[in-house]
Every structure is written in C-alpha cells, then in structure tokens.
C-alpha cells in the first residue's frame, strides 16, 4: 500500500468514525432498547410464580398457577390445534419458499418479484384478515376453522420464509450448479447434493420461523378461527374475560416464551454462525 493510499484510508476512517459521545450514546441507547425488551419478560416468568401475578409485583413465590394450569384441560386443544397448525405451516412455508426462493435470483428483474411477494407484510394484520375471511367463505368455499386458520398464518408466514431462504440463495455460487450438470449430474442429483445442503440452513430455518409466526398469529387468526381457537386466540379470550384463571395465562405464557426464545436463537444461529462456517 502506498503512502498517499494508507492517507486516504486513515482520512476514510477519520471520516467516518463517530466521537466518544457519540459511541457513548449510542451503547447506553443499545442498553436501555435490550432492557426494554427484555425486562418485561423476565418480570412475566417472575409473576407466573407469585402467588398474586395481578398484583403486577413479584412474590410472595409459589408454583400454585402452575399446579392449577396442568390441573386444568381447557387450554389442551388451542394448543394442540396452535401446535399442528404451525408444524403444517412451517413445512409448506419452508417448501415453498425453497422453490421460489431458488428461481427468485435468476429472474430479470429479482427485485421487483421480491416487493410483490414481502408487501403483504406492510398490509395491517386486520385489512388481511377480512380480505381472507371475504375470500375464504366466498371464492374458496372454506368453512371457517382449522383449514382456514391454515390459509390465514401461510400467507402471513411466507413472506417471513421466503426473506430467510433469500438470504441463503443470494449468497448461492451458482457455478456450483454448473459444474455439476457438466459432470453428468440430473437437476435432482444437483439439487440433492450440491444445492441442498449449502441451502439447509436457510430452509430449516424458514420453517422454524414460518412456525413461529403461526403459533403467534392473532389478528388473522380472529377473522378466520369460526368456533376454533389457537392457543393465542385462547389466551386473548382469557385475558379479555378477566376469568378466575387469568393467572395461570402467566405460567402458561411462560412456557411458550421458554419454548419459543430457544426455537427463534436456534432461527439465528443457522443463519448467521452456521451460514458463515460454510
């Protein structure tokens, strides 16, 4: 490197660089965001094991909310139905956003066809699920339910999905492709051992997220649930009614959020650490 370059980078950086208050402000700033998220939290696991959650203060300690909540069967079939719904809707987002993902980049204009299919996620959880509903029982002939709830969270998990797989497929060596079928390989032989497995990580984590997404779903889930309900819908339904067993929404809150945080860690770590070891 000559010295006139090393003088243009060093005036770069310089540049660039932010002042010590600055870079001050912006880590208690990034410190204060991570409390926000994640105090409340942490103050929910807190209050599920306190004997008066609807105190809003933590203790005295006890598990009796969680002796009643396994006590209790209600809450057994939302979850089941939250559970199978969002197992089927993370498999087909991950297929699907695996198929369209991989042709996305080799389209004319991959921007353009990327916007018509992320847009849906600006469109108020709300205006979707009338649209869906009016849909649904009109065009599709759905009765409103398990199949319905179905519909509602794929179109919303999609988008998600399709993001992640993109992530994958933009990074693809598309040469790969090519070596292969010049060895004699068959489109499924490529895809079997070349493109699969570099794509593995963005497709187990579309699914996984596509999973999430369902599980979660509410404002959709509300237009298109009939007389089913999700685990969501349930606990929203609980909490609305201001029942006798709202504090076991707490414990059971709790156990979600246990199950849930691992799932979404396990979404980033394929993405971000696993990605970038191959």
Do not use: C
């Amino acid at each position: 490197m000559t010295d006139a370059t090393a003088a243009h980078a060093a005036h770069t950086r310089r540049e660039i660089s932010y002042s010590p208050a600055w870079k001050a402000l912006g880590k208690w700033a990034g410190y204060l965001m991570l409390a926000l998220i994640y105090f409340p939290l942490l103050w929910l696991v807190l209050l599920s094991i306190s004997r008066d959650p609807l105190s809003g203060i933590p203790g005295p300690f006890s598990l009796q909310h969680y002796r009643a909540l396994f006590a209790s069967d209600a809450w057994h079939m939302p979850m089941l139905a939250s559970v199978v719904i969002g197992l089927i809707v993370g498999l087909i987002s991950a297929v699907t956003a695996t198929i369209i993902g991989r042709a996305v980049p080799t389209m004319k204009r991959p921007g353009q066809v990327l916007l018509m299919f992320v847009l849906p996620l600006f469109v108020p959880g709300m205006s979707m699920g009338a649209a869906l509903f009016i849909f649904g029982r009109s065009v599709l002939g759905l009765d409103l339910g398990f199949w319905s709830i179905a519909v509602g969270h794929y179109v919303w998990a999609f988008p998600y999905a399709l993001l992640i797989v993109l992530v994958v497929t933009l990074r693809f060596d598309r040469t790969l492709i090519e070596a292969g079928r010049d060895l004699g390989a068959s489109d499924w032989q490529v895809f079997r051992d070349i493109e699969f497995p570099i794509l593995m990580p963005g497709i187990v984590s579309a699914g996984l997220f596509g999973f999430l997404m369902s599980f979660n779903e509410v404002m959709r889930t509300i237009f298109l649930r009939g007389t089913d309900e999700t685990m969501p819908v349930w606990n929203w339904i609980q909490a609305a009614a201001q029942q006798s067993q709202v504090p076991i929404i707490f414990s059971l809150s709790s156990i979600i959020l246990l199950i849930t945080l691992p799932l979404l860690s396990a979404v980033f770590w394929l993405l971000f650490v696993r990605l970038n070891r191959t």
